[in-house]
């Protein structure tokens, strides 16, 4: 079974600065997908980036990237030029390849951006 | 805001009774997934449906039943609540039941509460 661990209940971070969540992971799968959602106040869960593991290129997506080591099992997700939309929970999330297309989610890091 | 629609927003239920949660998937998705969202954790999967039919469950009890119909809309069905069931039930669609078509696009939620 895979596990996802995000280390930070909580983070804060001043408008315009830059932030990094972290995420580890643990599986014995050599192919699988990882991702980055946000959920603000709001509840619905949106999208910010994924990383397929065969994809040696971390993503980015506008202010949003991610650094993906493969090897550590590592795969935290950096916020530049943080806006104050960028408040929310942010949850990383696993998922197997050629197994349907459950998600394993970990507990979750809650961001604030202050003004 | 994505095309996942659920209802109702809110539903308040006494310990035993059973409660029918309704997820209407976006335009063009075969593919529904159901999470459970307990309070300050992430979303832990529940099953999925795939073309009408179970595709992958979690580690829930058989009390935990689903429905997807010809027009992919779906229902989540929990028989005999206990307090512990109290959560945000959130309901994914993606385009097709395999990781490659892995994106999913997630409702608001419905906020159980148990007494």
């Known amino acids: 079974a895979q596990t996802v661990t995000q280390s930070q209940p909580e983070m804060s971070v001043q408008e315009a600065e830059t932030v990094t969540l972290s995420c580890t992971y643990d599986t014995s799968e050599s192919n699988y997908y990882l991702f980055w959602y946000k959920q603000p106040p709001s509840r619905q869960m949106i999208l910010v980036i994924r990383q397929e593991a065969y994809k040696q290129q971390n993503a980015t997506e506008n202010r949003f990237s991610v650094n993906f080591q493969k090897a550590a099992k590592s795969f935290s997700l950096k916020i530049s030029d943080s806006q104050l939309g960028d408040t929310a929970m942010y949850f990383c999330a696993f998922m197997k390849d050629n197994a349907g297309n459950m998600l394993t989610f970990g507990g979750g890091t809650r961001l604030m951006v202050k003004p | 805001e994505t095309g996942v629609t659920q209802s109702p927003t809110h539903l308040i239920k006494t310990r035993g009774q059973q409660v029918t949660l309704r997820c209407s998937s976006q335009?063009?998705?075969?593919?529904v997934s159901w999470y459970q969202q307990a309070l300050g954790q992430g979303p832990q999967f529940i099953f999925q449906y795939y073309r009408e039919e179970e595709n992958g469950r979690g580690n829930f009890p058989p009390r935990f039943s689903g429905l997807q119909f010809p027009n992919y809309s779906s229902e989540l069905n929990v028989n005999a609540l206990e307090l512990d069931d109290s959560a945000l039930y959130l309901c994914?669609?993606?385009?097709?039941?395999?990781?490659?078509?892995?994106?999913?696009?997630f409702g608001p939620g419905t906020r159980l509460t148990v007494t």
């Open positions: 335009s063009g998705h075969n593919t």
């Open positions: 994914a669609s993606s385009l097709g039941g395999r990781a490659r078509d892995y994106e999913q696009y």
